[in-house]
């Protein structure tokens, strides 16, 4: 089973901007649909947004919609995700996910989807 470590979380102002990380292991990476959830404390498990075994397919919440960007490069098992116009809202422990999927077209947005989780990675946004 693929093991996910993420990276880039930190303390940053609002209106900044961040790029997460999440690094693959295993050599088939590409199989895996992927997607970025996160927590805030208190609350429940959100989805931000996915992406298909290609790359080709996003789907993202409208909560990040024009400010996120998740993208994917399969030659480095690495997931990324571009954080832009970050609000006091974004902070959060954010959580990169991986479902093994043999259609390559699949984006998937419920936790219950994904097979593999990391760690998590703290995001901080002050106001």
């Known amino acids: 089973q693929v093991q996910l470590v993420e990276s880039g979380g930190r303390l940053v102002q609002a209106g900044g901007s961040l790029r997460l990380s999440c690094a693959a292991s295993?050599?088939?990476?590409?199989?895996?649909?992927m997607g970025w959830f996160r927590q805030a404390p208190g609350k429940e498990y959100e989805f931000v947004t996915a992406?298909?075994?290609?790359?080709?397919?996003?789907l993202s919440a409208d909560s990040v919609k024009g400010r996120f960007t998740v993208s994917r490069d399969n030659a480095k098992n690495t997931l990324y995700l571009q954080m832009n116009s970050l609000k006091p809202e974004d902070t959060a422990v954010y959580y990169c996910?991986?479902?093994?999927?043999?259609?390559?077209?699949?984006?998937?947005?419920?936790?219950?989807?994904?097979?593999?989780w990391g760690q998590g990675t703290q995001v901080t946004v002050s106001s």
């Open positions: 295993g050599r088939t990476f590409s199989t895996y649909a």
């Open positions: 996910a991986a479902r093994s999927s043999y259609i390559s077209g699949g984006v998937y947005v419920r936790r219950t989807d994904y097979d593999a």
């Open positions: 992406i298909n075994r290609s790359g080709g397919g996003t």
